[in-house]
């Protein structure tokens, strides 16, 4: 497979950060394109000033060429279904992320592109691994631990446990 990696979030540095880290985890080649408007006002619930994660990733479905994944970048807040807001979200073949939480500034801290970057890392890592076939893990550390708030991806890690990397590896033969 190959990661298409599609993002309206310009940050060229951070995105390539992201490819590099899928294609060590997952040996997958990435590529990178950068779109002036990934997801438009169709997407929009304006009741909850949130972009609709799972009516995007149906959009974008129909786009997927075969041996390929999709990984969606938005700095725009999503949300899916009866959930607040999420940081990704993975179906079928395309997955989103979006960068809009992953900012320390989002939470009243000082700007900090390190961690802001190792968040995106986690996020993406993460959505990929559901395209994949790997679930939710209980292991702390793992990047497949599902991330309720951002103190959740602060803490665990952007590798795969043990177990994720064995299923993965499982998942291929
Ligand atoms: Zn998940
Ligand atoms: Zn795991």
Redesign the pocket.
């Known amino acids: 497979m190959r990661i298409r990696v599609i993002s309206e979030f310009k940050d060229r540095e951070a995105l390539g950060e992201v490819a590099e880290k899928l294609e060590e985890i997952y040996g997958e080649k990435s590529e990178i394109e950068v779109v002036e408007e990934l997801i438009d006002k169709r997407f929009l619930n304006p009741l909850r000033n949130q972009y609709d994660a799972w009516r995007i990733v149906q959009h974008y479905r129909r786009f997927l060429n075969a041996g390929e994944y999709m990984l969606l970048v938005t700095d725009k807040d999503i949300y899916a279904g009866d959930l607040n807001f999420v940081f ?1 979200l ?1 179906w079928r073949g395309v997955a989103i992320i979006s960068t809009c939480r992953l900012f320390p500034e989002f939470y009243g801290q000082p700007p900090d592109r390190r961690l802001f970057i190792e968040r995106a890392v986690k996020e993406a890592v ?2 990929i691994g ?1 395209l994949h076939g790997l679930t ?1 893990c209980d292991d702390e550390k793992c990047v ?1 631990k ?1 991330s309720n708030s951002i103190l959740d991806t602060d803490d665990k890690s952007c590798e795969l446990c043990e177990k994720c990397s064995s299923k993965l590896r499982f998942s291929r033969f």
């Open positions: 990704g993975a993460h959505e559901h939710h497949m599902f």
